[in-house]
């Protein structure tokens, strides 16, 4: 589901997504707390769901351009610790969006490492 999110966030505008957490009854607080959660979660790459620290990450990418308000919140949770611990523990199969059983097929456009760069960007700059 987080990676659903993170794509359909993409299409609404911030009052539309503000009446999704209003609805789901979650604050920006508790999902940047979940966000952060999950990414210490799954601190090393996992197998069985490979895309979900992308998928945290691109959120909580989403999330900080949104609102500028999100940062601080992730920054307060040490999101930045977070963000270097992907970089240092990044695996290949992160690489991949498409799968045949546990093989990659076909690489991402956008690579871990250039989420994680403007995840940093974007925590520094607000």
């Given amino acids: 589901m987080v990676g659903l999110a993170g794509e359909a966030f993409k ?3 911030p009052q539309e997504s503000t009446l999704m957490f209003q609805r789901a009854g979650m604050t920006r607080l508790q999902s940047v707390t979940v966000i952060v959660t999950m990414l210490r979660k799954y601190e090393d790459p996992p197998t069985e769901v490979p ?3 992308r998928f945290c990450i691109a959120l909580a990418t989403w ?3 949104e609102n500028r308000g999100n940062a601080g919140g992730f ?3 040490g999101f930045e610790k977070d ?3 992907v ?3 990044t ?3 992160e690489s991949f969006n498409i799968f045949s059983g546990t093989v990659g097929m076909s690489r991402h456009s ?3 490492h250039s989420l994680v760069e403007t995840a940093m960007e974007l925590l520094v700059a607000q």
Wanted: glycine share 0%; proline share 0%.
């Fill in 110 to 112: 956008l690579c871990i």
């Fill in 11 to 13: 299409f609404m505008t």
């Fill in 51 to 53: 895309r979900i620290r």
């Fill in 87 to 89: 970089l240092e523990t």
């Fill in 63 to 65: 999330m900080m351009r």
């Fill in 75 to 77: 920054r307060e949770l």
């Fill in 91 to 93: 695996s290949e199969v």
């Fill in 83 to 85: 963000l270097e611990c």
